[in-house]
Structure formats: C-alpha cells, structure tokens
C-alpha cells in the first residue's frame, strides 16, 4: 500500500544532509524530471473489475506522500517510512489512539498546549489518566512508569524548554514494557533521532522546522515497528485526516534547506540569547545554548544543536511583556515557530497554557534574518520598557 522508492536501499547511507537534498528524488535518467510531480486526485484505475490496483483510492495512499515519507522515516533512522497526516495535531490524535482503554499515559506537564488540551478531555471522557510529570527530572519520570502504558516526551518542551535524559527514560520505558512517543518537533531529526534510543514512535508537527516556512501544517508519525506503522496506517485512513497532496509537496521543498536554516537559526539564537541574557530589562532568559541554562549540559551531551527557541520574560507582567512585543518591527508578533522569519508570541495568553508558564514570558522563534537586524529590533522594543 505504500510503496518504498527504489533509492532507499543505497550504500554507503548518505549524510543526513544529504539526505534532505537527494532523497526522495525521481531516479536519475535522461529528460526525467528533478522533483515528482504532485498527483491530484481522488482515485487510481483499477486493473479491472476483479481486483482493485495497489493504491485504489487517494484517502489510502498518495504517489506525492511516498517521497516525504521516504525522506522523513530514513532521517530518523527508521526501517519504515513516515506517515503523513493533516496536521501535527491529527499526528498525535493518533498517536494517543495506541493507549489502552483506561490506560496511564505519563505526559510532560509543559508539554505542546494542544497534546496537553486533548490528552485532558480523554481523560474527562475516561478513555486514559494522565500522570504528568517534570520530564527533565528523571527521577520523577522512572517513578510515574510503574504501570503506566505509554510514556509521552517533549523535549525540548514547548516553550519552556526543559530537557530530557531521552536514553534514560527510553531505556527505562522499555524495561517497563512502556510504549514511548517522542514529540521530536523542537530537536528536529538533524539534532535527536528518539528511535535510536529506542523510542516506539515519533511525532512531528511537519508545520514547523522541517516545512520551514510558514506556509503548511501538516504532521507525520515515524516508527520501525511494523505492527504499530500498519496500525496507524490504518487509523489515518479510517479517521480520514490525511494531508494534501499540494502541502505534501511543500514540505519536501522545504526539507531540502532544513540543514542550513537550522545552522543560521542556531547561531541567531545564541548571539541573541547571549545579549538577551546579558540585557537590564529582561528578567530570565531559557535556551538550552546558554552555559547557565538547567538544559545545558544534558543538550550539549545528547543533542546535535541547542534549537532555535528563545524563551524569555521581558519585564514581570504579561501588559509589560505586551508592550515589549507590540513595540516589534521585523520580528512578527504571532503563535507558530520553525519558519524562516522570526515570530514571538506570549503564551501565556492562550488560556489552555498551563499556569505554571510565566505570565510575561515570550516565546521567540528565531528565523534566518540577519542577526545584527533581529537584536536591533528587540534592543529597540526592550526600550518600552
Ligand atoms: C505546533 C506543535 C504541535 C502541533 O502541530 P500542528 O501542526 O499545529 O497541528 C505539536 N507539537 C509541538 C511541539 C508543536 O510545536
């Protein structure tokens, strides 16, 4: 049903910043065509009346989904390709299906305001309980396992920015014979692979880092394991939540630069986050990059980059961090990250985020502008206050 390309047998493995920029690519050949084409519709002839073809209808698989999910599954590490679906949220929609009736699912207390939002009215429906945990202390993590059925990991958390012991609590999951889901959209594959530490399934928000431009929302799950791939495979066709063909190609377009708007994000994001820290009218700064972070040293251990989220309080209340963002030029004040501009948004204004979120604390998503323009903007803002 879901046919691999032919490429993904090559040897030796490329790099996997290669792999954003030659996978998934139409076999080389004389007038063939550098990108697939994106195949709209809603159907595939049959091979006649008595058998349908392989793909028989476009809620069940799209030729235009195989590259992603090729490209995707292979950059984390997995045996199988992804699975692509309408948003990040329909992602862990179905991610959350796996738990058992009545089951405990240890989540994150800071996790992303929507798996926290749906995990919640499960719970009120009675369908799982919810442990939930501070994922950067492990201790705490290892002692909410005991009889639990799934392990739920953020990290880094959105937007607090805390950061797990991934090896240590997948080990432990694993011993426990705890299923693990890894929310990997803040590290991006480029920076964690969860299923070489032995996660069950990845998550992403394909609307972030790895679309890249603000311009989709789409989702995709990864895993190695072929009953659970086949599960899924099953419950995206039956709930129906798959994603377009015309976003499907969006988002390999933008995988194809991801390395190198993840390396200049990065390096925004510790110049600013250093001068942040450093500024009189801010009050505490978060970026695992920081020597002084609680993340640090875990991030630099297990990590590949430091990310390209800022967490920040401007000033101490949220009409103070208000004004701080309403006084912002180039940086856009608007909810999303991972795009190549630079967005902040108080998160704390959205009801569904948990109290324990500071009330003035901005979430800053560092694009790929020119450095020096981004800290002009946010020195100039800072004046507000
Ligand atoms: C944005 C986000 C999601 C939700 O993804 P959508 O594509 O908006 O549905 C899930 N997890 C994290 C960490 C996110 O940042």
Known sequence: MNPRNADSARTPAWDPKTLLVAGGRPAHGYDAPVNHPVTFTSTYHSKGQAAPGERVYARFSNPTWDPFEQVLGELEAATLPALVF?????????ALSIVPEAGVLVMPRHSYNGSLALSSELQEAGRLSIRPVDIANTEEVLAALDGADVLWVESPTNPMLEVADLPALLAAAKAKNTVSIV????????????????ADLVVHSVTKYLSGHSDVIMGALVTSDEQLHSRLHGYRTLHGAIAGPMDTFLALRGVRTMSVRIDRS?????????????????????????????????????????????????????????????????????TSLGGVESLAERRARHASEPASVPASLIRLSVGIEDVEDLWADLDQALEQL
């Open 86 to 94: 309408s948003s990040g949220m329909a992602a862990i929609a179905a």
């Open 183 to 198: 929310d990997n959209t803040f590290a991006t594959p480029l920076l964690q692979q969860p299923l070489n530490h032995g």
């Open 266 to 334: 990065q390096s925004n994001s510790q110049v600013l986050a250093e001068r942040l820290a450093d500024h009189p009218k801010v009050q505490a700064v978060r970026y695992p990059g920081l020597p002084s972070d609680p993340g640090h040293e875990r991030a630099a251990k297990l990590m590949g980059g430091f990310g390209s989220v800022i967490a920040l309080e401007a000033g101490s209340t949220a009409q103070e961090a208000d004004r701080v963002l309403d006084a912002l030029k180039l940086i856009t004040g608007a």
